[in-house]
Structures are given as structure tokens and as C-alpha cells.
């Protein structure tokens, strides 16, 4: 073989190459194509009388982001358990925690929905394993609870389901690992409602059971958690929905199969059409791509009406009445992407191509609406690839009109130092005040963006993070704390005193309580 055969057969192995990793990009950039029939026009109408606005930066969760943005999230070590509780506590004093049912069988399926335990990360953010009939198996759903829960104990609070993308974990949404969720709405008052797992589902109903899960999403979303969320966790019937890419869609379809149950409906970087000419092929490849699951048994073959009755943009007039919001990038190159040696391409190949077929039906639904006569807040980046910084974004870009769907557009911060916390020497560093202060058996406590800070025998003390969490169930046994959080002399633990006992913390074991 001469040394031009060999330079050419090397040139043409790397060009194969090439062409494998980039064929998912090709498949789903080409579908877009076929897809585009007229230019859009969006929806230019916006339902709210407050328009979205950019919001200041909030400090980053506890868990950890990615270091680069991914379509696919990572999975973080989960913190431990702890004891469970079946009813939610009371909000001005935490109830003491019931014997844990974490290792007790499931309940059978005609066992009425219920919560079989608790898990609390902090004293703001709480998991719920809610047993499902249809499903007949327990969902966790995790909660951000309103600023003035505690409080407030008897005020309750509007809701907003936040679905996640086709990669949905089984131990955590997406939205706790790939962004700062938990502080943005820190001083909002809603119940944020974060469902966990739901791979690949659309979150909705399946025909035929798949990888050994009995998908039954809709009816657990829109019939069975209401009345856990309604009726153990304080939250009203005004409610939102908003997701990203595979939760846009079921944003948007759920809200058009029941017309009325979301005031406010989001869909960032969704794909808002199903029916369309290769449609259903292309979230088959989806759904094969994301688990291997099988769209046949989730909808039946694409003739099947079940795909119209699903379908968005077929049902689009529905939404009148509904505060909606809708955007996406388009694919190129953007400031969270890295660039590839194509120009204008990123080298998140996969996310160039969902994007692009997101763009697509999104301007076509928008333009589906505005002729309808539907408002609808339609936003199009004009760059940016399927990926987290930018539903990140839109999450804050859209709080303005979501707040005025909910009744919260007045709502804000305001309160001041308590009398009994005014001279206290952690005010610097908890970050401003989030309430006013309130009473909590034997003394006071007021809540802070970085904690709460309590009353006790040695002065006023500040309790947080994941010991914060444990510290709910255990209020009354363990009483008032003694201390700040404290470092041992090895510097492996984290803990704080009180009167009755102590809370350990550690990167491996999470949370511990030992009692007196």
C-alpha cells in the first residue's frame, strides 16, 4: 500500500468516525427540516400586565452543578434519610417524627393515595414518597415550600409543578442538580412542585406498560397529588405548570386536556407539536435514545387517535384563559455552549439538533395561538443549544407573569430585624431577612435567606442547611438549640447543640440526631 492509500484510508476512517457521533444530530436536524412549512410568526401578545423581565443572580444550591452544561444530568450522592414522618408537621413547631415506614411493603392498589414518608434536605425543601393507586407504586415528589410557611402556619399558598426533562433521575429532578431552583424561589411565596423520576414518560398516561414501569403520569399529576397537595401540604387550587424540553411538553398537555387546572402554563425548549408529518418517529428516536422505551406503547401507532388527543398544537385553542409562556433558542451557538470546528456549531451535536426542532413547533405553535386570537408570551433566543443554563434562565425570565397568573404579583419581601434578634451578632452573614420574626415554643424564631435563627438558653442561635432539615422532625425533642453550627477538631463534622441533644453532619452520612 503506497503512502498516499494509507493517508487516504486514515482520512476516511476519521471521516466515518465523524459521521457516527454526530448521526443523532443529522437525524434530528434533518426531522426540523422536514418539519419547516411556512416561516412563524410569533405570538406577540403577552397575557400578563407584567412583562418578563432579566433577574439578579441567586447563590448556587448546596448540590452541585456540572461543570459543563449537560442534555444528560449527573447523579449526586443522595443525603440521608430522615425518620420519616407520614403527615406533614405543624408549621410554627415542627411535630415529632412517627416510626419509620420506609421498610414497610407498598400498599396494594386499591389503597387510597397517601404519603408513606418524609424526607426532610432543609428546613425549606422536603420529599414526599406518595403512593400512587394507578401507578401502584410510591413517587417522590419534592417541595420548595413558600417563603412564609413557617410564619404563617395557617396561610396556605398557590402551587407550581416544575417538570423535568426526558433524562428524569429516580433519586432527584433535574432542576435541584442543574440549577439554583432552591434559592431563586427562596423569597417567593408558592409551593414549587418538583416530581422525581418519570424517565422518558411525557408525564402522561401510557397504554401499555414499558421497562417494567406502568406509566400512569397524568392521573397522578392532575388527580391523585392534589389532594396531598391540597389537603396535607397547604396549597391552593391556583396553580402553574412550567418545564423544559420533554416537561415543556407535558406543560403544555396537560394544561390543554384540562382546560382550567393551570392558570399559568410554560414550555422551555418543548417540543409542542406530536402529529405532524414524522413526528411521532421522532420522539419513537426520542424515547429510544432516553432509555429505551417504546412511544408505540405510550400513544399506540401513530395513526392512533390517541396522538391528536395529546397533541398541543392540535388542541391549542383549549388554552384560552390560560397565562402562557413559551420560548426556546434555535441551535446555534450561544454563551453556554462550547464551539466545535464547524462554525456556529457547538460541540453538544444532540442539542443542536433538539433545539433547532424545538425552535421549529414552538413558533409554530405560537403563530397557532396569535391566530386564535390566544396570548401568549413567545421569547426566541437568538442562540443557544438544548441545554440547563438557559431553561435556568427562562425559569427567572418568566417569574414576573407567573407571579401575576398566581395572585403574587404585589407579593414582596418585607420585613425587619425581630426584637429579639436585632443585636444578634449572625445577622451579617444570614443574608437579609426573609419574615418577620414569630413565635416557636418556648422562645422565637425568624427566617433568613441563609437560615433560621432561633431563641434559646445561650442567646439567639442559627440552625441551616441539612441539619436544619433534620432539626424539623426532632423539634420537640430536642428543644431550642444551644449553639451555632459548630466544626469538630478533626474538621469531618459539622454540628450544632440543643438543649435535648445534637445534630451531626457529614459529606458522607448526611444528617444524624442523637438525643439526650
Not at 503512502?3 to 448521526?23: E, F, I, M, P, Y
Not at 406509566?215 to 396535607?232: K, S, V
Not at 390543554?256 to 409542542?272: D, H, K, M, N
Not at 426542532?357 to 396569535?370: E, P, V
Request: a positive charge; proline letters at 10%.
Amino acid at each position: 500500500m503506497t503512502l498516499w492509500s494509507r493517508k487516504a484510508r486514515l482520512r476516511r476512517v476519521k471521516q466515518d468516525r465523524t459521521a457516527r457521533g454526530s448521526v443523532r444530530a443529522g437525524v434530528v436536524v434533518a426531522l426540523t427540516l422536514a418539519l419547516t412549512v411556512s416561516p412563524a410568526v410569533p405570538a406577540s401578545a403577552d397575557p400578563s400586565p407584567v412583562p418578563p423581565v432579566p433577574a439578579t443572580q441567586e447563590p448556587r444550591p448546596a448540590e452541585p452543578r456540572p461543570a459543563e452544561p449537560r442534555t444528560a444530568e449527573p447523579r449526586p450522592a443522595e443525603p440521608r434519610v430522615v425518620e420519616p414522618s407520614p403527615a406533614a408537621p405543624s408549621p410554627a413547631a415542627p411535630s415529632p417524627a412517627a416510626p419509620s415506614q420506609a421498610d414497610q411493603p407498598a400498599p396494594g392498589p386499591s389503597a387510597a393515595v397517601r404519603v408513606t414518608r418524609l424526607k426532610w434536605y432543609t428546613d425549606r425543601r422536603v420529599a414526599l414518597w406518595v403512593f400512587s393507586p394507578a401507578m401502584n407504586t410510591e413517587i417522590q415528589v419534592q417541595l420548595l415550600l413558600a417563603r412564609d410557611w413557617w410564619s404563617r402556619p395557617n396561610a396556605k399558598f398557590p402551587q407550581l409543578y416544575t417538570l423535568d426533562g426526558l433524562r428524569a433521575q429516580d433519586d432527584q429532578n433535574g432542576w435541584i442538580i442543574n440549577t439554583d431552583i432552591e434559592s431563586f424561589y427562596r423569597d417567593k411565596n408558592v409551593n414549587v412542585v418538583l416530581p422525581v423520576g418519570g424517565e422518558s414518560s411525557f408525564y402522561t398516561d401510557w397504554k401499555q406498560p414499558d421497562r417494567g414501569k406502568n406509566y400512569q403520569w397524568e392521573t397522578f399529576l392532575m388527580r391523585e397529588l392534589p389532594l396531598i397537595l391540597e389537603g396535607q401540604w397547604r396549597s391552593t387550587d391556583v396553580r402553574g405548570v412550567q418545564g423544559l424540553s420533554m416537561g415543556g411538553t407535558a406543560a403544555m398537555m396537560l394544561a390543554v386536556r384540562t382546560p382550567g387546572f393551570f392558570r399559568f402554563a410554560a414550555s422551555y425548549s418543548g417540543i409542542l407539536q406530536l402529529t405532524s408529518y414524522g413526528m411521532p418517529q421522532a420522539i419513537q428516536f426520542a424515547l429510544r435514545d432516553g432509555g429505551g422505551y417504546d412511544a408505540m406503547k405510550m400513544f399506540g401507532e401513530p395513526s392512533d387517535p390517541a396522538w391528536a388527543e395529546h397533541d398541543p398544537y392540535v388542541l391549542a385553542d383549549r388554552l384560552r384563559g390560560t397565562s402562557l409562556y413559551i420560548s426556546s433558542g434555535n441551535g446555534v451557538i450561544g454563551p453556554h455552549d462550547r464551539p466545535s470546528d464547524i462554525p456556529l456549531l457547538a460541540t453538544n451535536y444532540s442539542g443542536v439538533g433538539l433545539e433547532a426542532l424545538s425552535r421549529t413547533t414552538s413558533q409554530q405553535f405560537a403563530t397557532k395561538l396569535a391566530k386564535a386570537g390566544i396570548p401568549a408570551q413567545a421569547v426566541y433566543r437568538p442562540s443557544g443549544t438544548h441545554t440547563w443554563p438557559y431553561w435556568e434562565f427562562e425559569m427567572k425570565q418568566s417569574w414576573p407573569q407567573i407571579a401575576s397568573a398566581l395572585g403574587l404579583s404585589g407579593d414582596r419581601v418585607a420585613c425587619r430585624y425581630g426584637a429579639a434578634f436585632k443585636n444578634a451578632k449572625q445577622l451579617r452573614s444570614l443574608g437579609g431577612c426573609l419574615t418577620p420574626q414569630y413565635p416557636v415554643p418556648g422562645g422565637h424564631a425568624q427566617d433568613f435567606r441563609n437560615g433560621r435563627l432561633f431563641t434559646g438558653p445561650k442567646g439567639p442561635k442559627v440552625v441551616a442547611g441539612a441539619i436544619g432539615g433534620a432539626y424539623v422532625p426532632e423539634f420537640h425533642r430536642l428543644g431550642l438549640p444551644t449553639s451555632d453550627e459548630l466544626t469538630s477538631r478533626d474538621g469531618k463534622v459539622k454540628f450544632n447543640t440543643f438543649e435535648r441533644g445534637r445534630i451531626d453532619w457529614t459529606p458522607a452520612g448526611g444528617a444524624r440526631v442523637f438525643g439526650r
